[in-house]
């Protein structure tokens, strides 16, 4: 059962237009989103996130939105650059249960700027 | 450096043959977890320690065990490797408990169990 989707595996985008990235979830106790970039033969690094109290969380090139109700959020990247090439995963947190840190990923989206 | 150190970065094993993957951070992290990543299913969780000597299940514990007997350290320990943990692993860490920390990952291990 995969509580975050990310059901674009791929994205290819021209440089300097905008890239928009898509992520559903199903669990509504999810309270806080991550967007990790990877590159190959590399770990995911931390992008930007958002708490669920706010709807929009920016980050200079970056933005990420937030949808409660409709269980979406969404990074987009403007402009986007070659250097932006990488798997793109969602993140979502639980609140702590006793603590803990949890993430539960997206499965990614490849996203390619072509020049 | 502020890093997360996994060795090694690539191992070929065979089945049954007892494994471990180091994973050592070096920012006094008190959250450690490790993660697998295989095709589709994106990156899930396979056990996590809130701080020394505090270790629990994720997701897909099966097969694996953890230990923190320090805080920088949590090794990844296969007893008896399948085929069906052929996979990249992450090795993780974050400042704290606190619910959307932002982790930190390791280079990954590829491993491969024939």
């Known amino acids: 059962d995969q509580q975050v989707k990310q059901n674009s595996p791929s994205l290819s985008v021209q440089e300097g237009r905008i890239s928009i990235l898509n992520c559903d979830y199903t669990?509504?106790?999810?309270?806080?989103f991550l967007w990790y970039k990877k590159y190959p033969a590399e770990g995911p690094t931390f992008l930007i996130s958002?708490?669920?109290?706010?709807d929009k969380n920016e980050d200079g090139r970056f933005t990420v939105f937030l949808n409660k109700s409709a269980k979406h959020l969404s990074l987009h990247i403007v402009p986007s650059q070659p250097g932006d090439s990488a798997v793109y995963f969602c993140?979502?947190?639980?609140?702590?249960?006793?603590?803990?840190?949890?993430?539960?990923f997206g499965t990614g989206t490849q996203l390619k700027v072509e020049l | 450096e502020a890093q997360v150190t996994q060795n090694p970065r690539y191992l070929i094993t065979v089945t049954g043959k007892k494994l471990t993957v180091t994973c050592s951070q070096n920012?006094?992290?008190?959250?450690m977890s490790w993660y697998r990543q295989d095709p589709g299913l994106g990156l899930r969780q396979i056990y996590y320690?809130?701080?020394?000597?505090?270790?629990d299940k994720g997701d897909v514990p099966e097969g694996y065990k953890v230990s923190r007997k320090e805080k920088r350290n949590f090794p990844l320990i296969l007893e008896s490797p399948s085929p069906n943990q052929t996979s990249l692993y992450f090795c993780?860490?974050?400042?704290?408990?606190?619910?959307?920390?932002?982790?930190?990952f390791g280079q990954g291990t590829r491993l491969t169990v024939v």
């Open positions: 920012m006094n992290h008190e959250y």
């Open positions: 993140a979502a947190s639980d609140p702590p249960r006793g603590g803990g840190n949890k993430l539960t």
């Open positions: 320690s809130m701080n020394v000597e505090v270790t």
């Open positions: 993780a860490s974050s400042l704290s408990n606190y619910q959307g920390s932002e982790a930190f």
């Open positions: 958002i708490s669920s109290i706010k």
């Open positions: 669990n509504s106790m999810f309270d806080y």
